[in-house]
T-cell receptor, first 113, second 110 residues
Framework: NAGVTQTPKFRILKIGQSMTLQCTQDMNHNYMYWYRQDPGMGLKLIYYSVGAGITDKGEVPNGYNVSRSTTEDFPLRLELAAPSQTSVYFC????????????FGPGTRLTVL | EDKVVQSPLSLVVHEGDTVTLNCSYEVTNFRSLLWYKQEKKAPTFLFMLTSSGIEKKSGRLSSILDKKELFSILNITATQTGDSAIYLCAAMEYGNKLVFGAGTILRVKS
């Protein structure tokens, strides 16, 4: 199993550009999450999904959108990139509420200039 | 507002020392407390604690949860340079959402 994979690893955007961060897991996990981590800070939840077709906002959803059309994929969309979105983005997944250890992807480092 | 506070923010020790990392939490609908180790990339899972007073151990690492006082500690004995990392504590709410602390940066000097 590849686990949780994320692409790209690095990206530089100009203010106002848009992009999609890809996240895929091959563990048949129902729950998927997007976090951002700013320097010296813990991870903050952006959006999460409890299954295909179901998404919900986390702590810091503004400026982002998600979709969950399949169990495996959970892309994160930035529509109008802003410097405040410069961060490292982590995708994670877990099987269920009972088996709820979250497995993290390697992260995407995004810089908005 | 839900919050998780870790202390100390950073710590420098020598190889062989024992360290104790602290985590306090205020989270509605608390379910579990998790510890992660983060080196250069993604956090990797260490422990999940659901019940008070039951110590979990893995090699030189151990952790315990106190649900009455709302805190957890992570102990590392006989530290090694490979233990240098950021240690993240997270409180899990119902619905599997994690609220993370800012982390403790541990540096182990040889």
């Amino acid at each position: 199993n590849a686990g949780v994979t994320q692409t790209p690893k690095f990206r530089i955007l100009k203010i106002g550009q848009s992009m999609t961060l890809q996240c895929t897991q091959d563990m048949n996990h129902n729950y998927m999450y997007w976090y951002r981590q700013d320097p010296g800070m813990g991870l903050k939840l952006i959006y999460y999904s409890v299954g295909a077709g179901i998404t919900d906002k986390g702590e810091v959803p503004n400026g982002y959108n998600v979709s969950r059309s399949t169990t495996e994929d959970f892309p994160l969309r930035l529509e109008l990139a802003a410097p405040s979105q410069t961060s490292v983005y982590f995708c994670a997944s877990s099987y269920s509420i009972v088996y709820n250890e979250q497995f993290f992807g390697p992260g995407t480092r995004l810089t908005v200039l | 507002e839900d919050k998780v506070v870790q202390s100390p923010l950073s710590l420098v020790v020598h190889e062989g020392d024992t360290v104790t990392l602290n985590c306090s939490y205020e989270v509605t609908n608390f379910r579990s407390l998790l510890w992660y180790k983060q080196e250069k990339k993604a956090p990797t899972f260490l422990f999940m604690l659901t019940s008070s007073g039951i110590e979990k151990k893995s090699g030189r690492l151990s952790s315990i949860l106190d649900k009455k006082e709302l805190f957890s500690i992570l102990n590392i004995t006989a530290t090694q340079t490979g233990d240098s990392a950021i240690y993240l504590c997270a409180a899990m709410e119902y619905g599997n959402k994690l609220v993370f602390g800012a982390g403790t940066i541990l540096r182990v000097k040889s």
